[in-house]
């Protein structure tokens, strides 16, 4: 099993940054790849950045290309989100995801483990 915990949120006004971390733990080498995605109320959860932590090819959401970057420790342990310029519609949880496969994957039937998430909330 692996373990991902989430910290990093919090409260910032428009224009602002945050990084995000997630730290995995347990069986860490059976990760190959990781994601960050989102969910704000009343949404579905949905893709914001991924990860090959091997390969460093990286995958961005058309909503946050350009503001975002993933990037992982070198010991592929820890992944983080930073985020820049944020917006009121970035508001949300933010989950770290942990995936088996090497490929870069979208959809959250893709990832195996799960942190609990860390709030995001973009004052205007």
């Known amino acids: 099993q692996v373990q991902l915990v989430e910290s990093g949120g919090g409260l910032v006004q428009a224009g602002g940054s945050l990084r995000l971390s997630c730290a995995a733990s347990g069986r860490t080498f059976s990760i190959y790849a990781m994601g960050w995605f989102r969910q704000a109320p009343g949404k579905e959860r949905e893709i914001v950045a991924a990860?090959?932590?091997?390969?460093?090819?990286?995958y961005y959401a058309d909503s946050v290309k350009g503001r975002c970057s993933i990037s992982t420790n070198n010991a592929k342990t820890t992944v983080y989100l930073q985020m820049n310029t944020l917006q009121p519609e970035d508001t949300a949880v933010y989950y770290c995801?942990?995936?088996?496969?090497?490929?870069?994957?979208?959809?959250?039937?893709?990832?195996?483990?799960w942190g609990q998430g860390t709030q995001v909330t973009v004052s205007s």
């Open positions: 995801a942990a995936r088996k496969e090497a490929s870069l994957a979208t959809r959250t039937y893709e990832y195996d483990y």
């Open positions: 990860i090959n932590g091997y390969t460093g090819r990286t």
